[in-house]
C-alpha cells in the first residue's frame, strides 16, 4: 500500500490525485509505525502524524482555491492558466502548496516530525521510509514550482535559497550533536534533502539535474545505512554508540559494506553522492551563490565528521565488557546482508557510471524547466 501510494504520486499529472496518493502513504505509513508498537514507537508516529495531517488539510484548502481560480487541477492545464490567475490569489496559494510540501519534505523549519519518529521505528521500516517519504514532497516541489509556480516569475526563489541552506545547516548540526546511529542517519535525512531544495533554488537545468542525481543516489544510499544500523542493533541489543564497539573485528564484511554508503553521503569521488552534489555546488558558483556553495560544502564536511563518530564508535573501538551480543544464525546473517549488498553494488554501478544518470536526470531537468513537450504529450496539439 505504502509503495502503491509512492508509485500513485511519482506518475500522476493531476493535483488531487496526487493528494490522494499522500494520503495513502500517510495511512500506510501510520500503519507501519504502529504495528507491534511499543509506547516510544507510538509516541514518534503521533508526532508524525499530527504534522503531516496539518499539511494534508494545508494541501487540500490550496488545491479548492486552485480549482476555484483555474477550473482545473491538471499540471498540465494549469500551466497554461496559470497566467489568469490573480496576483495576489497565485502569492497566496504558492504559499500554502510551500507550506504543505516544506512538512511532508521535511525542511526548515517544519522538520521536527521526522527525528522524533523515525528513530523509533524497525529497521526495515525505517530504511523504507528513509528512502522513499520525504522525497514525494520534494518531487511535489520540484513539479509545483516548475509547471504552476515557476520561482524566477513567481518570487520565491530567495526563499528557498535561505531554506535550501537552513535545512542542510539545521539536519547536519542536529546529527552532529547526536550519539544514536538511528537519530544520526534520521538528521542526515535532512540536511540532505536540503541539497535536493538547493538544485531547485538555483533554477538552472545543470542544477535540477543535480537535485534529481542526488534524489536516486540518496534514496538508495539512505535505505542502506539504515539497514546496516539495524544490523548492528539486531546484534547488540541498541543503537547508541555508548553501548557499540568492536563491529570491525566482529562482523569485518560489514564495516567494510558501512564505509562505501557511508563515503557516498559525505560526497568522496567517485562515488555516487559526489556527482550530485558536485553538479549543484558547481552550478551555485556560476550562479553567484557563493554563500550557498559554501554551506553545502562545510554541511559535507560535517557530515564526514558524523560519519566517522559512527565508525569509531561503533566500529573501531573496542567492543564495551557489559554488552551482550546475539550471536544470529548463519541464515538469518545472510538474509540481512542480502539488501545490503545490492544496495552498495547499486551505490557503486551509479558513481562509477555516472554518465546513463546523468543523461537521463539532465532530460528530465530540461524537460521541468521548458515543459512545452510535456504539455503537448497531456493536452495536444
Known amino acids: 500500500m505504502l509503495l502503491a501510494g509512492v508509485y500513485g504520486a511519482f506518475l500522476t499529472g493531476d493535483i488531487f490525485n496526487l493528494y490522494v496518493w499522500f494520503e495513502v502513504m500517510l495511512i500506510a505509513s501510520f500503519g507501519l ?7 516510544i514507537q507510538v509516541d514518534g508516529a503521533v508526532k508524525y502524524v499530527v504534522l503531516n495531517l ?14 476555484g481560480a483555474t477550473g482545473t487541477l491538471n499540471l498540465a492545464d494549469l500551466h497554461a492558466k496559470a497566467d489568469l490567475i490573480p496576483t495576489d490569489t497565485k502569492v497566496l496559494l504558492a504559499l500554502l502548496f510551500l507550506f504543505a510540501f516544506v512538512i511532508k519534505s521535511a525542511l526548515f523549519p517544519l522538520f521536527s516530525w521526522l527525528p522524533a519518529s523515525y528513530h523509533t521505528l524497525p529497521s526495515a521500516v525505517v530504511a523504507l521510509f528513509a528512502g522513499l517519504l520525504t522525497k514525494v514532497g520534494v518531487y511535489a516541489l520540484i513539479r509545483m514550482f516548475t509547471l504552476v509556480f515557476p520561482l524566477t516569475e513567481s518570487g520565491w526563489q530567495p526563499v528557498l535559497l535561505w531554506v535550501a541552506g537552513l535545512t542542510m545547516l539545521t539536519g547536519v548540526l542536529g546529527a552532529a550533536a547526536q550519539f544514536d546511529i538511528k537519530r544520526i542517519l534520521s538528521f542526515h535525512i535532512i540536511s540532505q534533502i536540503g541539497y535536493m531544495i ?7 537545468p545543470l542544477a535540477l539535474a543535480g537535485a534529481i542525481f542526488y534524489i536516486v543516489h540518496h ?3 539512505k535505505a542502506n545505512l539504515f539497514l546496516i544500523g539495524g544490523f548492528v542493533e539486531r546484534r547488540y541489543g541498541s543503537s547508541h554508540l555508548s553501548k557499540l564497539g568492536g563491529v570491525y573485528k566482529s562482523m569485518p564484511f560489514l564495516a567494510f559494506l558501512f564505509i562505501i ?4 553521503l559525505a560526497g568522496f569521488p567517485p562515488l555516487s553522492g559526489f556527482w ?27 557530515t564526514i565528521f558524523s560519519m566517522t563518530k559512527i565508525w569509531s564508535e561503533a566500529f573501531w573501538k573496542p567492543e564495551p565488557s557489559d554488552s551482550e551480543v546475539t550471536v544470529l544464525p548463519s541464515l538469518i546473517q545472510r538474509l540481512y546482508y542480502v539488501p545490503i549488498v545490492i544496495l552498495t553494488s547499486t551505490s557503486l554501478i551509479i ?6 544518470l546523468f543523461q537521463f536526470a539532465m532530460g528530465a531537468a530540461n524537460q521541468l524547466l521548458v515543459p512545452e513537450a510535456y504539455i503537448r504529450a497531456v493536452l495536444g496539439g
Not at 496539518?54 to 480549482?67: E, N, P
Not at 538547493?198 to 538552472?204: E, Q, R, S, V
Not at 551555485?284 to 554541511?299: D, N, P
Open 198 to 204: 538547493m538544485g531547485l533554488a538555483i533554477y538552472t
Open 219 to 221: 534514496i538508495i544510499v
Open 261 to 264: 554508503p557511508a563515503f557516498s
Open 351 to 356: 558513481g562509477f557510471a555516472a554518465e546513463p
Open 54 to 67: 496539518i499539511s494534508t488539510l494545508v494541501f487540500l484548502l490550496a488545491i479548492g482555491l486552485l480549482y
Open 33 to 39: 509505525m504502529v504495528l507491534d508498537a511499543g509506547r
Open 276 to 302: 550530485g552534489k558536485f553538479l549543484v555546488i558547481k552550478d551555485s558558483l556560476q550562479t553567484e551563490h557563493y554563500a550557498l556553495a559554501a554551506t553545502a560544502l562545510v554541511v559535507g564536511l560535517l
